[in-house]
């Protein structure tokens, strides 16, 4: 899937700043890892962006790492 396919998926998510992850509560955090067809990505991501929020820094949602 192109990069600007998942940039334009990603454009659904409500942002959140670097100066507001310190009012959010990561310590209860639980990571979990799926492996999934990236087929699957499109619908996967519109079921998440109701729940979550996604980090933008000067405008950029993608990181290299």
Do not use: H, W
């Amino acid at each position: 899937m192109p990069e600007s396919d998942i940039q334009k998926l990603l454009s659904s998510f409500a942002s959140i700043q670097l100066n507001e992850m310190e009012r959010v509560i990561l310590m209860n955090r639980v990571e979990i890892k799926y492996l999934f067809p990236v087929s699957k990505l499109p619908v996967l991501l519109d079921e998440l962006s109701e729940y979550y929020r996604i980090l933008d820094i000067d405008t950029i949602r993608t990181f290299p790492y």
